[in-house]
């Protein structure tokens, strides 16, 4: 069975850092480019970063640039999300999520559970 | 960035009802836009690729049309396990934005 696992979420205090984990199970995620995708409370869908397959290249959203960070162990199928200097309007579940392309359009087709994150003194 | 735009933000249907959603492109996307599925306290689920593409397992009353800035997701007659939160999003560029969403509620 296809399965993403994400892990590593918490109460953390503004300013700190924390580390989220994403485990695939079912699928070499090494053939894979991988995203993050987050929701507060009540909110909509909003996407934060993603990784290449070989993970040689990234990418992230303008507002968490500079304090996120992604990466990828393929020989564990586990991607991260390191998180640094986080605010309060970074409370959110964080999705981790599979883009697949089928005939030329990506879409993300396989998505965790999601793991909940709060920033909060 | 390419903004969506969903409309409407909410709507109240029946079952058996045929409804359709649309999603406007701040820019030319060609047809990279993926419509999800999420009800509460689950994840997104892919219905749509490829602006048209049914996603293999999903009911054939969805479906979906459009290109370039213009986009729909039409249930052909809702069923009660359709009554979710829809989002589209598109694909073609940095950062993959999604909409903000149409909350389909029973009437």
């Known amino acids: 069975e296809v399965q993403l696992v994400e892990s590593g979420g918490g109460l953390v205090q503004p300013g700190g850092s924390l580390r989220v984990s994403c485990a695939a199970s079912?699928?070499?995620?090494?053939?894979?480019?991988m995203h993050w995708v987050r929701q507060a409370p009540g909110k909509g869908l909003v996407w934060v970063s993603r990784?290449?397959?070989?993970?040689?290249?990234?990418s992230h959203a303008d507002s968490v640039k500079g304090r996120f960070s992604i990466s990828r162990d393929n020989a564990k199928n586990t991607v991260y999300l390191q998180m640094n200097s986080l605010r309060a309007d970074d409370t959110a579940i964080y999705y981790c999520?599979?883009?697949?392309?089928?005939?030329?359009?990506?879409?993300?087709?396989?998505w965790g559970q999601g793991t909940l994150v709060t920033v909060s003194s | 960035d390419i903004q969506l735009t969903q409309s409407p933000s909410f709507l109240s249907a029946s079952v058996g009802d045929r409804v359709t959603i649309t999603c406007r492109a701040s820019?030319?996307?060609?047809?990279?836009l993926a419509w999800y599925q999420q009800k509460p306290g689950t994840a997104p689920k892919v219905l749509i690729y490829?602006?048209?593409t049914l996603q293999s397992g999903v009911p054939s009353r969805f479906s979906g049309s459009g290109s370039g800035t213009e986009f729909t997701l039409t249930i052909s007659s809702l069923q009660p396990e359709d009554f979710a939160t829809y989002y589209c999003q598109q694909l073609d560029r940095y950062p993959r934005t999604f909409g903000q969403g149409t909350r389909l509620e029973i009437k």
């Open positions: 820019q030319d996307i060609t047809r990279y």
């Open positions: 999520a599979r883009a697949t392309d089928s005939s030329g359009y990506f879409s993300f087709d396989q």
């Open positions: 079912g699928f070499n995620s090494s053939n894979y480019w």
């Open positions: 490829g602006a048209s």
């Open positions: 990784i290449n397959p070989d993970g040689s290249s990234d």
